[in-house]
């Protein structure tokens, strides 16, 4: 098992920015294809974006392409979602997620592994 920390959640006015980081304690980080979802109020869990083991390749829900960025450092441990020209609509908790796999993926089942989650609030 590995243990998964978001941070960087908070409120922004639409057309702003967050970055959101995920910490892991995982002696195997550079080996685990990793992701982002959230899950608004009343709703399901969605993708949100994905990214291989080096992130070399990374791959992203059309509602955020364009303007979110998912990036690691592996000798960080640490997964990064930077979130540009948010709208209300991304209003959500965020989590990270990491699989027992090099190769990105989409579907949450897809990973073992699941941080607590940190709020993003975005007002119009």
């Known amino acids: 098992q590995i243990q998964l920390v978001e941070s960087g959640g908070g409120s922004a006015q639409a057309g702003g920015s967050l970055r959101l980081s995920c910490a892991a304690s995982d002696r195997s980080f550079s080996s685990r294809a990793l992701g982002w979802f959230r899950q608004a109020p009343g709703k399901e869990r969605e993708f949100v974006a994905t990214?291989?083991?080096?992130?070399?390749?990374?791959y992203y829900a059309d509602s955020v392409k364009g303007r979110f960025i998912i990036s690691r450092d592996n000798a960080k441990n640490t997964v990064y979602l930077q979130m540009n020209s948010l709208e209300p609509e991304d209003t959500a908790a965020y989590y990270c997620a990491a699989r027992n796999s090099i190769g990105m993926a989409t579907a949450k089942n897809e990973y073992p592994y699941w941080g607590q989650g940190t709020r993003v609030t975005v007002s119009s």
């Open positions: 990214i291989n083991w080096s992130g070399g390749t990374t």
